[in-house]
């Protein structure tokens, strides 16, 4: 069973930073790209950053500059260091992954499969 466990959330005043982090764990042969998104109180779910396998970044633009996502392969963690928070960045982060799986009953791997974290909240005071 694959999990997905984010951490590092809390509260924060405008300009501060947090820094997030997400373990994947279980069963894990490789994970493609990790995202983290965000959904703030009555808004949709928005992209924040991407890494993928290879370390390629995006970021949505309101983050840009302010924003760092990066992953740890041997720990099979991603972290998103925030800085300079805004009031706006207040929403719980979430972190997703697109995960290959081993089974070792049938010696194979499989996938991949999409997965998400439970969420984190943030909350940035002004």
């Known amino acids: 069973q694959v999990q997905l466990v984010e951490s590092g959330g809390g509260l924060v005043q405008a300009g501060g930073s947090l820094r997030l982090s997400c373990a994947a764990s279980g069963s894990i042969f490789s994970i493609n790209a990790i995202n983290w998104y965000r959904q703030a109180p009555g808004k949709q779910r928005e992209l924040v950053a991407a890494i993928t396998s290879g370390g390629s970044t995006n970021y949505a633009d309101s983050v840009k500059g302010r924003f760092t996502i990066s992953r740890d392969n041997a720990k099979n963690t991603v972290y998103l260091q925030m800085n300079s928070l805004k009031p706006e960045d207040t929403a719980v982060y979430y972190c997703?992954?697109?995960?290959?799986?081993?089974?070792?009953?049938?010696?194979?791997?499989?996938?991949?499969?999409?997965?998400w974290g439970q969420g984190t909240l943030v909350t940035v005071s002004s």
């Open positions: 997703n992954a697109d995960i290959n799986s081993f089974n070792p009953g049938s010696w194979s791997v499989e996938g991949p499969l999409n997965y």
